[in-house]
């Protein structure tokens, strides 16, 4: 079993400051986990992935995320927040020979202010 | 340029019509999604398709149907028996036989029901 948590639903910044959305997962099985991104009324773009190898992952636009074993989390990051940035953002969690069943994360809103 | 097309972008239908939603990519790839999107809720699996002509049932398949005739091309038929079809609908699709391959998605389709 697999289950995703995107620990808050909407995140507000200003521009220029540093971007936190909060992911927890929980899986039987060695994990893989992304990040997707959705404009509004846009499909998902995936922002990175990561698949057992390095733990700190980087995706595009600037963004990383950090997977820890210990807190059983993947956090998404940005060191500074740009205008673009304001989308939705989910985690998704699946894995090693579960023939890509996805689980998402309900989402998580994020608006960049000025 | 490769991608996935879905269409129409916005569809209205009355209660108890079928509307069959249509999705085709030119990625050569031969793994296929239909996921259904509500706000606060994620991306819920309704069918999905390793194969041409296979397909089996997501997390709520009730009140749909799919195709797979051709590899590029996977319909989704929303029929009179789904109780709550107002929504917004995204196909998606993978390279096969690659686990944690990224979904590419296409743009969607927002289905109203009256």
């Known amino acids: 079993a697999q289950s995703v948590t995107q620990l808050d639903s909407h995140v507000s910044v200003s521009e220029g400051t540093p971007v936190l959305l909060r992911c927890n997962y929980s899986s039987s099985y060695s994990p893989s986990l992304f990040w997707y991104v959705q404009h509004p009324n846009k499909g998902l773009q995936l922002l990175l992935k990561y698949t057992s190898a390095a733990t700190l992952v980087k995706g595009i636009n600037g963004f990383e995320a950090e997977f820890k074993k210990s807190e059983t989390s993947f956090h998404l990051t940005k060191p500074s927040a740009h205008m673009s940035d304001a989308a939705e953002y989910f985690c998704?969690?699946?894995?090693?020979?579960?023939?890509?069943?996805?689980?998402f994360g309900t989402g998580t809103q994020l608006k960049v202010e000025l | 340029d490769g991608g996935i097309t879905q269409s129409p972008k916005y569809l209205f239908r009355k209660e108890g019509q079928n509307v069959t939603l249509s999705c085709e990519q030119n990625?050569?790839?031969?793994?296929m999604y239909w996921y259904r999107q509500d706000p606060g809720q994620g991306l819920r699996l309704i069918y999905y398709?390793?194969?041409?002509?296979?397909?089996q049932k997501g997390d709520i398949a009730e009140g749909y149907s799919v195709s797979r005739e051709k590899k590029e091309s996977f319909p989704l038929t929303v029929t009179s028996a789904q109780k709550n079809p107002t929504a917004f609908y995204l196909c998606a699709s993978s390279i096969q036989g690659r686990d944690n391959s990224p979904l590419h998605f296409g743009n969607g389709t927002r289905l109203t029901v009256t």
């Open positions: 990625l050569n790839h031969d793994a």
């Open positions: 398709s390793q194969i041409v002509n296979d397909f």
């Open positions: 998704v969690v699946t894995y090693t020979g579960g023939g890509n069943k996805l689980t």
